[in-house]
C-alpha cells in the first residue's frame, strides 16, 4: 500500500474553515499529501473578521509535535499562526533538530487586518524562526512588519526579498498580491529569481490565500518537487483557488481548495 507524503502544519484554528489549519489540512489532501496538525490557537472567526483568539498552552503544542512527529513522522512542515515568543521559541526549538523542509508563512494579520502576532513575538520570528526556513511566504505587510522595507511597487521587491534572506531563510518568496496589476511573487536565495505572474481575478472571496499557498509549497516539496518547481505548481493551484473562491456569510469568502475535483 502506497503512503502519501506526510506533511505537518503547525498553525490556529479557523472556526470559519477558510484559512489556518482547516485550509492547510484541506490543501494538503487536494495536492495528494497526508496531512497532520500542530494547533497553535483557536479563534472564533467567520467571513466578518475574527471574533476572539486563544493561544494553547506550551506544554500542549509540544505535546501534539511529539507525537505526530515520533510515531508517524513528518517530510515537510508548513507553520503558521504562532501568536507570541513562547509559541514561536517552543516550535522553533522543535524544528531546528528535525532536518525535514520547512515553509514559514509569518502571519502578522489575517485577511480583515486582525492582529494575529504579538509585537513582542516579531523578533523571536526574526531571529528564531526565519534561521530555519526553507522557504519564508511573507505578503508585503508582513514584508514592513519584519524588516521595515515598504514596498509600493515591482521593483521594490527586490529590496524586500534581500531583507528577509539576510535574515536566514533559504529562499523567500515576496508576495505581491496587493500591489496593483497582475498578482506577481517574486522567488529568490539570492542568486536565481524567478518572478511568478498571474492574471488578477475579480473576485473578493479570497480569504486564505496566504495559508494555501504555504501549505501548497511544503506539499509540492514533501511530493518530491525542488523549491521553484513546488513554488510554481503552489501559485497555479492558488491562483485557481481565488478564481473559484465563493461566499460565504456577509463578509469575505473563501477561497475553493477543491476547485480541481470540482471542476
Known amino acids: 500500500m502506497k503512503i ?15 484559512a489556518g489549519i482547516q485550509a492547510d489540512l484541506k490543501t494538503m489532501l487536494a495536492l495528494g499529501t497526508h496531512g497532520m496538525s500542530v494547533v497553535t490557537a ?17 506544554d500542549a503544542v509540544r505535546a501534539q509535535f511529539r507525537s505526530v512527529v515520533d510515531d508517524i513522522g513528518v517530510e515537510a512542515v508548513k507553520t503558521g499562526m504562532l501568536s507570541s515568543p513562547a509559541l514561536v521559541e517552543t516550535v522553533a526549538e522543535l524544528l531546528a533538530p528535525l532536518g525535514v523542509p520547512v515553509v514559514v508563512d509569518p502571519v502578522g494579520v489575517s485577511k480583515h487586518g486582525d492582529p494575529l502576532l504579538a509585537a513582542d513575538a516579531v523578533d523571536v520570528v526574526r531571529t528564531e ?9 511573507p505578503n ?23 531583507a528577509v534572506l539576510a535574515l536566514g531563510p533559504r529562499w523567500a518568496l515576496i508576495k505581491g498580491g496587493h500591489l496593483d496589476g497582475d498578482a506577481v511573487d517574486l522567488l529568490t536565495d539570492g542568486t536565481q529569481e524567478h518572478w511568478l505572474r ?6 473578493r472571496h479570497t480569504h486564505g490565500t496566504g ?8 506539499s509540492h516539496v514533501a511530493l518530491g518537487l525542488d523549491v521553484p518547481d513546488a513554488v510554481g505548481a503552489a501559485k497555479e493551484y492558488v491562483t485557481g483557488a481565488i478564481a473559484a473562491g465563493f461566499p460565504l456569510g456577509a463578509g469575505i469568502g473563501p477561497v475553493d481548495h477543491a476547485w480541481r475535483q470540482r471542476g
Request: hydrophobic share 45%.
Open 4 to 18: 502519501p507524503p506526510r506533511v505537518l502544519t503547525v498553525a490556529g484554528s479557523d472556526s470559519g474553515g477558510g
Open 42 to 58: 483557536v479563534t472564533a472567526q467567520n467571513s466578518l473578521g475574527v471574533q476572539g483568539a486563544w493561544e494553547l498552552p506550551v
Open 129 to 137: 524562526l526565519l534561521p530555519l526556513a526553507t522557504v519564508a511566504t
Open 140 to 162: 508585503l505587510d508582513e514584508v514592513r512588519q519584519l524588516t521595515g522595507v515598504v514596498v509600493d511597487g515591482e521593483p521594490g521587491m527586490r529590496e524586500a526579498a534581500a
Open 198 to 203: 498571474a492574471p488578477r481575478h475579480d473576485n
Open 211 to 218: 495559508c494555501t499557498l504555504a501549505a501548497a509549497v511544503a
